[in-house]
């Protein structure tokens, strides 16, 4: 939801009316899962490593590992291996 809204600030997506109503539209009909950052999340973090690096999509990785949960709208999670200890 955040990147959504710095995308669209950035003027890299287009989003009518604006962001807020229509993530609110979107929730609303949706059924979404939460995926809190937490210490479980943090620790699978320090065993991926994606191809560019970004923080974000690490977290957002490892989130998804910890949660069992499917990343999608990016080619930079085709594939997500958490390395080995």
Not at 8 to 16: N, P, Q, T, V
Request: glycine share 6%; aromatic share 8%.
């Amino acid at each position: 939801m955040w990147e959504v809204g710095h995308l669209e600030r950035k003027g890299r997506l287009k989003i009518k009316p604006n962001v807020t109503e229509s993530l609110d539209r979107t929730l609303s009909v949706i059924p979404l899962r939460e995926a809190p950052f937490n210490f479980a999340v943090a620790s699978q973090a320090c065993r991926i490593h994606l191809p560019r690096g970004d923080p974000r999509d690490v977290f957002l990785a490892a989130a998804a590992v910890v949660f069992g949960l499917t990343v999608s709208g990016s080619r930079r999670f085709r594939t997500i291996e958490p390395v080995a200890n």
